[in-house]
């Protein structure tokens, strides 16, 4: 702010080049009101000013704003070039605005810049993905005359969010057919669909690369091996892995906690749950619901209730999910007064809540 007083006061934003850095510094600091503002001010603007102010409303998650702003700058006679394209193709894909894309797509294919410009072609990819069309997506990244690992990691992400986890490992294996080597997208994508499919064969081999790679160190990475190993009920593996690690956030002690929960292991859970506050990192909502469930599986009633206590601390009792986890711990304990204390606390009874008390 106290350059741009100084530009003002110098009479450089007139200046297009300065102007347009303008736009851009308040854009990046979110300041996309002020952006705009700048923006009308210049006596002139080109596709460089607009593009600044439209990637600065996209990756703020202001989509809608974006393309009202490139709708402006067609109307003003100016020609959309790739990085343009490039943003207008995320905008679309967040809001799912599939005619809206293949309109971009078409105009790309128009003026071939598909084949020349590899990040305009992982956009199309992208904005295909994210609206649900992952043949279309496939189909794009076939034609594409160069890929690379973010191509097919965008591809491979969008088979395993739609759980089509056999799709996702095929794409994998069409990756390395090709000399691509994977990011820690790819890894965390493939753990993901061999988590799923309990194909722990192909984790291991996963887990080994990773580690061959020096990318073991990822806590991304860490913690979808973790919950790897604890789908699959292999805890000692990933146990050896949460040890491994020098870094463990709240995410991390959840993967385990749940994965202990999950198999049974129920005191193994409890005493992860209070090993993560001696290490000074504190539980979150997933925390709390997933030792709750342990204290009622194993029918520890007395640390339920001492985790109750903290709940009320937290104030989250209100919550309707964690309400409902409070009372089916209750019910499972044979306590049913606690259980329908709680019940008759909630600030909503659902279908849930019913099923638990009855």
Known sequence: KQIHNEIVKRGFLKDMVVG????????????LKKAQEILEELPIRD??????????????????EALNCFEQMTSEGLSPDAITFIFILKGYGSIRAIDKG?????????????????????????MYVKCGKLTEAQEVLEE??????????????????????????????????????P????????????????????????????VAIGMEKSIVLCNTLLDLYTKCDLLVDARHVFEAMKIRTVVTWNVLINGNAEHGHDKDALDCFYRMSHFGVFPDFTTFNCTLKACGNSGMINEGRRIHIRVLKE????????????VDMYAKCGSLLEARKVFNKLPMQNLVSWNTII
């Open 20 to 31: 347009t850095a303008l736009v851009d510094m308040y854009a990046k600091c979110g300041m």
């Open 47 to 64: 596709v460089v000013s607009w593009c600044a102010l439209i990637a600065g409303y996209v990756e703020h998650g202001k989509a809608y």
């Open 102 to 126: 293949k309109e971009i797509h078409k105009e790309v294919v128009k003026r071939n810049l598909l084949g020349k410009d590899i990040v305009l072609g992982n956009a199309v990819v992208d």
């Open 144 to 181: 594409l005359h160069a890929r690379n690992v973010i191509s097919w990691s965008t591809l491979i992400a969008g088979y395993t969010d739609e759980e089509k986890f056999d799709e996702a490992l095929n794409l994998y294996e069409e990756m390395q057919i090709e000399g691509i080597s």
């Open 183 to 210: 990011n820690a997208i790819t890894f965390v994508c493939i753990l993901k669909a061999c988590s799923n499919l309990g194909s722990i064969e192909e984790g291991q081999c996963m887990h080994a690369k990773i």
């Open 315 to 326: 104030g989250l009792e209100v919550d309707q999910v964690l309400g409902n986890v409070l």
